[in-house]
């Protein structure tokens, strides 16, 4: 039975272009035992991120998967055994715990345990009060620093990070205006979560409708995108605009570095800044994050878009719908549900 041993998706090869099942190879083991100060956690939900592909491939600022290496994720679960005080059978939470049915966790190391605060669903802990509420949060916040009435356009809005982006720039008192691909995507940020407009860069000009939205510029670009999506946001940069480095998921499956963008010399003329950043540089501050979150939550200023797809087998096309905009949110692989007699408490 699947309870009773351990799969495993393990990295089988460093991906060429788009990353697909081939890179990844499907392994059964042992339910492993927790030794002293650790906690046996049942995976129930595993994330699906952009970075996945990077840690993939290369060194970056985390080293990469080795080959025959559980696949490093994101994941949320239930404690099934536990053998540190601070933790207890049938208690949810979250971690780096990776692409398996089972993991041990240890706290102070990267596999640490994070408890899912109470009433809390695991969906949403993994979502907009986890790392990806995290990183929208002091992402725009903290390096894009927006003002009331200013201008914010987000590249790969539709996505988990984008579409949170876009919200809290609205709880700010900012213009707001996405990028994304579709006419169904653009409706969902436009008609459900409050942007001022959107730009469907499939079937649109990017740099003409942003001339036509942005007359006065862009004070605040949130990329999550690169390449020349970014190009066209430098186009239209506002004095003072400021361009945060998210992501660039159009680049990352590119065998070799593109060329930069061609329009960055307005940074110099428009007196811009940009600059990139990791959300673990923030870690030690999640706490503020996820209070200020929950209570946009609770007020009904921030809503959460999660795409679930069923089935540990699911995992590699899961990320790979990623990378080819089918995603609707923030996209997670449910693996199972929590073991008898131990319902999954917060």
Known sequence: MPDRINRQWTLARRPQ?????????????????PADGEVLVRNLLLSCDPTQRGWMAADT???????GEVMRSIAGGVVVESRHPGFRPGQLVTGMFGWQDWAIARPGTASAPGPVPPGVPLETALSIMGLTGITAYFGLLEVGRPQPGETVVVSGAAGATGSAVGQLARIKGCRVIGIAGGPEKCRLLTEELGFDAAIDYRSED???RLAALCPKGIDVFFDNVGGEILDAALARLAMRGRVVLCGAISRYSDDRPAPGPSNYLNLLTRRGRMEG??????????????????????????KDRIDVQEGF???????????????RGKQLVKIADPPPGLGGRS
């Open 61 to 67: 600022y985390l080293p990469a998967v080795r080959i």
């Open 277 to 302: 950043f990791i959300v673990i540089d923030y870690l030690p501050r999640a706490a503020e994050a996820v209070g200020a979150l929950a209570g946009w939550l609770r007020e009904g200023k921030l």
């Open 206 to 208: 990017v740099a003409a």
């Open 313 to 327: 087998e699911r995992a590699p096309a899961a990320l790979a719908r990623l990378f080819t905009g089918q995603n």
């Open 17 to 33: 272009g788009v990353v697909g099942a081939e890179d990844f190879r499907l392994v059964e083991g042992p339910v492993p035992a």
